[in-house]
């Protein structure tokens, strides 16, 4: 076909070269003709994808919005700089976190007389990591180890662990780590020799024994007051003063000392207390209530101006759904449950104003700060609830896919139109290609006929004049 007509458009030029048919470009008014006779179709589907376009864009900044919105009041919350954040004045003595939800305060002194630690053995010196130490099985038992002797824990299993004949004192290592029993094993090269070194986890609680099933392996069993290996540290639990009240722990992280604290102990201070105290965090959560609202303003700002008459969301759901939602954030209850005066943003100062864009009362929050400090600080908390938790839960409902009356299904209804859209005019543009080459076809050979014409009259012109002549 695109030959044929590539021959018949190259006659229709020659002919008109060379002064024969009618004069006229057939093939420009070929490609005018068609063009002309699409050309409504085509800027109507060239409208309707511009306004998509528009659509998309403007629906998926509004989308970036609400997104920058929720994700940077989630890095704030979880950076804790917004909760009153636990501060020890002797660093050394223990690292303090907050646990849990409950918001502590006040402040407590922390005396640290001993860490925790675990059991240590090394066993009697062999010639070579790779000494031959016989067969058999090795039991660990556990319980507390004392000069006297061994006071087993019947509640924690004893562990039997299988040496394969030929093992060496480096394979016997290997074993004792993978029976995953608590108990981690190494062998290291001392000035007597080779040694397997044990070590136990944190605790009392958690000594042990070393009891050889087979004469073969007798040497490398150990119990307290045996002369078969070095007992180089014994478990012990934590001890510590809070408050001047004695406390132990089975570890060196304790959970239980000061509500919602989690300590980390990691040296002693023995008759020199430290103290342990909560910052304030009031100035930190003025400022970050200035910069909630700001943000919100944006999102309201972009929400009016797309929603608004002739705005290119004027009228879709989804965007009139999520500009509802906003204009009751103020009022909304975003702490279900509490007794104390924090309860709603209106509470944290956020005033909606008429046009639905936001201020901020900071006489409203100041006020709220100094009657419920504990409510306030709870309302930055990660959770269902509170600050985050309700700018992510509108965030997630705006953006999804599966509610046909959010932003989400907006964006992707548009989205789906376009690609339509352009599967029109494709075929479109097939369509006007075919009218076209049908229009040259037809013109070539009307150019070719009205060219026989003009050769014909030109000849009975020429042949008058000859008879006109010989008369």
């Keep these: 076909m695109v030959s044929s007509t590539s021959s018949a458009t190259t006659s229709s030029s020659l002919v008109t070269a060379l002064g024969g048919g009618s004069g ?8 005018n003709l068609a063009t002309a006779q699409f050309a409504s179709r085509n800027d109507r589907l060239a409208a309707k994808s511009e306004k998509l376009d528009a659509q998309i864009s403007v629906a998926s900044n509004i989308k970036s919005l609400m997104l920058g919105l929720s994700s940077s009041l989630g890095t704030l919350v979880r950076s804790g700089s917004l909760a009153r954040t636990p501060v020890i004045g002797n ?23 001993k860490l925790a630690g675990g059991q240590q053995l090394a066993s009697r010196p062999f010639p070579a990591t790779t000494s031959a130490v016989g067969s058999g099985t090795l039991t660990l038992k556990f319980g507390t180890v004392s000069a006297s002797g061994f ?18 004192l480096a394979e016997v290592a290997t074993a004792i780590n993978g029976a995953n029993a608590g108990v981690s094993a190494y062998v290291t090269t001392t000035v007597d020799g080779a040694q397997l070194v044990l070590k136990g986890a944190e605790g009392a609680a958690n000594g042990f024994v070393l009891e050889a099933q087979d004469p073969g392996l007798s040497a490398l069993a150990w119990s307290p007051g045996s002369s078969g290996g070095q007992l180089l540290a014994t478990a012990s639990d934590a001890a510590f003063k809070v408050d001047g009240l004695s406390m132990t722990a089975t570890s060196n992280t304790v959970t239980d000392a000061i509500p919602g604290v ?49 705005g290119d969301l004027a009228n879709d759901a989804g965007a009139r759904a ?46 709220t700060m ?12 990660n959770g269902v609830n509170g600050v985050y938790g309700t700018i992510d839960r509108i965030y997630r409902a705006a953006t999804s896919t599966g509610d046909a009356y959010s932003l989400g299904s907006s964006i992707a209804g548009y989205t789906k139109s376009r690609t339509g859209i352009t599967g ?48």
């Design 424 to 471: 029109e005019k494709a075929t479109l543009a097939e369509q006007q290609e075919k009218a076209r080459i049908r229009l040259v076809a037809q013109f070539t050979a009307s150019e070719t006929r009205i060219g026989t014409s003009k050769s014909t009259l030109s000849m009975l012109q020429n042949q008058i004049a000859q008879w006109n002549k010989s008369s």
């Design 91 to 113: 660093a050394g003595v223990a690292a303090p976190t907050l646990s849990g939800s409950s918001q502590p305060s006040g402040s407590y002194s922390l005396e640290v007389t």
């Design 262 to 310: 989690k300590l980390q102990l990691s040296g002693t201070n023995t008759g020199a207390p430290t103290t342990l105290s909560f910052s304030d965090p009031t100035s930190a959560i003025s400022g970050s209530m200035q910069d909630f609202v700001d943000a919100l303003n944006e999102v309201v700002g972009a929400l009016n101006g797309a929603t608004g008459i002739g």
């Design 370 to 381: 100094a009657t419920d400090p504990k409510g306030v600080a709870a309302m930055f908390t």
């Design 322 to 367: 999520l500009k509802r939602s906003l204009s009751s954030l103020g009022s909304t209850t975003i702490m279900p449950g509490a007794t104390g005066a924090a309860r709603t943003l209106a509470d944290l100062g956020v005033k909606t104003l008429r046009d639905g864009t936001f201020a901020l009362d900071t006489d409203r929050l100041s006020a």
């Design 24 to 31: 006229i470009d057939m093939t420009a008014l070929a490609n």
């Design 151 to 168: 006071a087993q824990d019947n509640a924690h299993a004893a562990v039997d662990i299988a040496i394969p004949q030929g093992a060496t």
